[in-house]
């Protein structure tokens, strides 16, 4: 008999939950304009909107953050994330900054112009926007298999090496100034790409000069997928997988509110010494002074311990296994669900789920009100919404898929938790034969509008 598998920490700290009725939850999601961002985080009870900063800490964390030396420059608490870096990561020169995007902003301003390319992986909907904001263009040359809930790929991330060569070829590589490799990739379900898929990207990226840079906010679980779906890799440290996927790489630039596992952060790093003179230049006018980037002392310091226990093993494989717990579950009941499940989160396809609701009524949507008045349990549309008009006809985008992501916040919530999300899904599964109509827009933002778009019942 094997002992059961239970989490490598105890909770020392505890926060309330607050229960409210089912009447409750109706009028209050019917109050706030049926937009799940609107809803005060006390009316949620298990809130799976995203894993991006909504992480526990451990007590070393906790530790630093008492620690964390506050000096305007030269702050130890910056000295430790270096150190940190520089000893999982391999780069030499690091820059801090508040978190993900403004890493883009700051990285995008010295090496993206009007025209250029970035060919890549599912771009995250920032990056593409910090990209698109320079008139220049994402290409998006993620493998097909992705786009298909169905299909059982061990590395639904991967890069097709024919299409980004196709891309090369066809637009010359002054075009391009870097090609992006995004580990794993959220924009397609948590997807993660090969070590393999990464080592023939560098390479072929060499054969035409073109640097490659990593977006790497959730690249410890992607060393874990690595160890446990790439055959040759399966005996290897997650550190020396980790070593192996940045090796060649010329920049990383990550949002330290995933795998770094702190509630606020981001860096960019990388071993060029002109390129980090010229990207301090843009530090110092969008985010603070080079020794913390938008970044408080105590929050370098939590995130120095941070990228620490990320990578270790053992946390991994809880993360995962509760992630995949999940999965198992929501099978269990017959939902609809992208396959592989990936590291981070859960995506339901909402138009198999919900059938009956017509695809221009924002099905994805209709199905996270659904979830919220059954159980409480609050997800975001990756849908309609989301993909929001056509710049030029004013209509909605229709995206390849319709779904309701439940991202898991990293060490918050028991397998307790994902059972009453199960269940959830399921009762609202049992009932879908009555769920038939969905939203109009009553209101909506000139961009970004699912943030803030009010609905109404049809
Ligand atoms: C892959 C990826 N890149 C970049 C970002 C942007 O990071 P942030 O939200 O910290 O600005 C995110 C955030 O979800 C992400 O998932």
Avoid at 246 to 255: I, L, R, T
Avoid at 294 to 313: N, P
Wanted: overall charge negative.
């Amino acid at each position: 008999m094997h002992l059961p598998h239970i989490p490598p920490y105890k909770t020392k700290v505890v926060e309330p939950v607050y229960f409210r009725t089912r009447a409750e939850r109706t009028a209050k999601i019917e109050e706030v304009h049926y937009n799940l961002f609107n809803l005060h985080s006390d009316w949620v009870i298990v809130d799976m909107m995203t894993d991006s900063g909504t992480g526990a800490m451990s007590e070393q964390q906790w530790a630093e953050i008492m620690l964390g030396d506050e000096s305007y420059a030269g702050s130890e608490s910056y000295f430790k994330l270096i150190r940190s870096v520089q000893h999982i990561m391999g780069f030499e020169f690091v820059a801090p900054t508040h978190q993900g995007r403004a890493a883009e902003n700051i990285l995008f301003s010295a090496v993206v112009k009007e025209g250029d390319l970035i060919p890549g992986n599912a771009h995250f909907d920032t990056t593409k926007g910090h990209i698109e904001f320079r008139k220049a263009t994402a290409i998006d040359c993620t493998i097909l298999e992705a786009f298909d809930t169905t299909i059982i790929h061990p590395f639904k991330g991967n890069i097709d090496l024919d299409k980004l060569e196709r891309v090369i070829k066809e637009h010359g590589r002054e075009k391009i100034p870097f090609i992006n490799i995004t580990v794993t990739c959220n924009t397609v379900g948590g997807q993660p790409v090969s070590l393999k898929n990464i080592q023939e990207t560098i390479a072929l990226a060499k054969t035409y000069d073109i640097p490659v840079y990593m977006d790497i906010a959730r690249y410890a679980e992607n060393a874990y997928f690595i160890k446990t779906r790439e055959a040759a890799y399966a005996d290897w440290t997650i550190q020396e997988i980790v070593t192996a996927m940045f090796k060649d790489v010329a920049v990383v630039w990550m949002s330290a509110k995933k795998d770094g596992l702190v509630n606020i952060g981001g860096f960019i790093a990388l071993n060029d010494a002109a390129l980090y003179e010229k990207l301090s230049q843009f530090t110092i006018i969008y985010e603070g002074f080079i020794t913390y980037g938008g970044m408080s002392g105590r929050a370098m310091g939590a995130l120095s311990e941070g990228l620490k226990e990320a990578i270790e093993l053992d946390y991994l494989h809880d993360r995962i296994e509760q992630v995949h717990y999940l999965g198992a579950q929501l099978k269990k009941y017959g939902i609809p669900i992208q396959e592989p499940i990936g590291g981070h989160a859960l995506y339901i396809d909402a138009r198999k789920m919900l059938p009956y609701v017509p695809l221009d009524q924002y099905p994805a949507q209709v199905l996270g009100v659904e979830a919220y008045i059954e159980g409480g349990v609050r997800g975001v549309e990756i849908g309609t919404l989301l993909a929001d008009r056509d710049p030029i006809t004013g209509l909605d985008r229709i995206p390849e898929l319709e779904l309701l992501r439940l991202a898991v916040p990293r060490r918050v919530y028991s397998l307790q938790h994902m059972d009453y999300v199960a269940v959830t899904l399921a009762k609202i599964m049992e009932r879908r034969d009555n769920i038939r109509t969905g939203f109009n827009i009553k209101k909506q933002a000139a961009i970004l509008r699912h943030f803030t778009v009010e609905l109404s019942k049809i």
